[in-house]
T-cell receptor, first 112, second 111 residues
């Protein structure tokens, strides 16, 4: 079975500061990892993915994520947060199956 | 327009009624999914499909039925709606290596 844990329901950060949204996973075989963002009353939007290769993955809107195989983590990061980054963020994983499993989501609040 | 569309955006129905939520994608993606989103539960998989005429149950399939006679359409039917099925429903499509694209969702209220 595959699973994702997002240990923080909410992350608060001041605008201009770096942000990290945490994600750990469990899966058989090589992981395929994804981050999605959801703005209010909208569907999920794809941010970035890790399939293979460099452990640091760059995505949309200045976000990046670091894959750490030994810690089974895939934390989402951004060097300088914007108020407009405030949203719900979902981490997802899949292994050999094509079906992704999503975490419960982390609400990111960026304060002006 | 290319994309994935869900209809209706909002629906209020009575307990016991049959309701169908529509999902249409224009990319000819093989894989399609239905999720429900509830506070405290995140996204839970209801049904999924690898191709036309191939569907399978997800984590929470009870009370739901799907069909996929054409690649581009994946309707979700609540056979007899219950209050516990009040939720936001998302359809997604895509290819495994590239990630999945989500529709804007249907907010369903069962009264």
């Amino acid at each position: 079975a595959q699973s994702v844990a997002q240990p923080e329901d909410q992350v608060n950060v001041a605008e201009g500061n770096p942000l990290t949204v945490k994600c750990t996973y469990s899966v058989s075989g090589n992981p395929y990892l994804f981050w999605y963002v959801q703005y209010p009353n909208r569907g999920l939007q794809f941010l970035l993915k890790y399939i293979t290769g460099d452990n640091l993955v760059k995505g949309s809107y200045g976000f990046e994520a670091e894959f750490n195989k030994s810690q089974t983590s895939f934390h989402l990061k951004k060097p300088s947060a914007l108020v407009s980054d405030s949203a719900l963020y979902f981490c997802a994983v899949r292994g050999g199956s094509y079906i992704p499993t999503f975490g419960r989501g982390t609400s990111l609040i960026v304060h002006p | 327009d290319a994309g994935i569309t869900q209809s209706p955006r909002y629906k209020i129905t009575e307990t016991g009624r049959q309701v169908t939520l529509m999902c249409h994608q224009t990319w000819s993606h093989s894989y399609m999914f239905w999720y429900r989103q509830d506070l405290g539960h995140g996204l839970r998989l209801i049904y999924y499909s690898a191709a036309a005429d191939i569907t399978d149950k997800g984590e929470v399939p009870d009370g739901y039925v799907v069909s996929r006679s054409k690649t581009e359409n994946f309707p979700l039917t609540l056979e007899s709606a219950t209050r516990s099925q009040t939720s936001v429903y998302f359809c997604a499509s895509g290819q495994p290596l590239y990630g999945y694209t989500f529709g804007s969702g249907t907010r369903l209220t069962v009264v």
